[in-house]
C-alpha cells in the first residue's frame, strides 16, 4: 500500500527545494563537515529563537525557525552524500529534532501568555501534542510493521508555517498555531487510521 502524497506543501515542491541545496551540499561535502554539526546547530538556533519569542521579537523569531528547518534539511542529506548515514546518527537527528520542537513550542507559548492571549496559548499546547503524536504515532507503528507515513501536517509544514507566520504578523502565527493545532492530531489520526486499514486488510 503506498503512502498517501496529500500534504500541506507538496511533495514536488518540498523536492524542488532539496534540489536548489545540492551545490551547498556539494560544497559542505567537499569541506568534510559532519553532519551531526548541522544537527546540533539546528538546535542551537531554534533556542535562541525561542529566546526571542520570549523577548517578543517574533520576526527575528520566524527567521530563525526557518533557519533550523534549514539545518535540519542539511543534515540528513549531507550525511548521504558523505555516505555517513548511520542508525545512530537517525536516531541522534530524530531526537534533537523533537527537542528543538519542544523549545519552538515554548518560545511562542511564552509569547502568547505574556500577551494574555490564552486561549491561543491552550492552541499552542495542542499543537505541540499533536506534533509529539505525529512523530509517536509513525515510530510506533513502523515499530509494529505497519506504514505510516502519510498526513498533511508532517514536520516541514510545521516549520514552514510558524516560522513564516511568525515572519508575516502576530495574526498570521495565530493563524498558523491555530492549522498547526488541528493538522498535526488530525494527522497522527491519519496515521492511526492507515494502521488500522492495513490491520484489517492482513487479517483478510
Known amino acids: 500500500m503506498a503512502p498517501s502524497q496529500h500534504r500541506l506543501l507538496p511533495q514536488n515542491l518540498q523536492n524542488r527545494f ?6 551547498l551540499i556539494k560544497m559542505l561535502t567537499r569541506w568534510g563537515i559532519h553532519p551531526n ?17 520570549f ?5 527575528i523569531g520566524g527567521l530563525l525557525i526557518l533557519a533550523g528547518g534549514l539545518c535540519d534539511c542539511i543534515d540528513g542529506n ?18 534533537m529534532d523533537r527537542y528543538s520542537e519542544f523549545v519552538m513550542f515554548l518560545g511562542i507559548l511564552a509569547y502568547f501568555i505574556s500577551r494574555n492571549e490564552y486561549v491561543t496559548a491552550i492552541a499552542v499546547f495542542m499543537a505541540m501534542c499533536g506534533s509529539v503524536m505525529v512523530s509517536y504515532s509513525r515510530a510506533r507503528a513502523e515499530s509494529l510493521g505497519f506504514e505510516a507515513q502519510a498526513g498533511l501536517m508532517q514536520r516541514p509544514e510545521r516549520i514552514v508555517f510558524l516560522g513564516l ?4 504578523h502576530p495574526v498570521a502565527l495565530t493563524l498558523a498555531v491555530w492549522l498547526v493545532a488541528i493538522f498535526a492530531n488530525l494527522t497522527a489520526l491519519q496515521r492511526l487510521s492507515r494502521a488500522h486499514q492495513q490491520n484489517k486488510t492482513e487479517k483478510k
Do not use: H, Y
Open 18 to 23: 532539496l534540489d536548489l541545496l545540492t551545490p
Open 37 to 53: 554539526a548541522f544537527t546540533l546547530a539546528g538546535f542551537v538556533v531554534t533556542l535562541v529563537a525561542a529566546a526571542a519569542f
Open 55 to 59: 523577548e517578543g521579537k517574533l520576526r
Open 78 to 95: 549531507l550525511a548521504r552524500a558523505m555516505k555517513k548515514a548511520s542508525r545512530f546518527g537517525a536516531l541522534f537527528d530524530s531526537t
Open 165 to 168: 507566520g511568525a515572519l508575516i
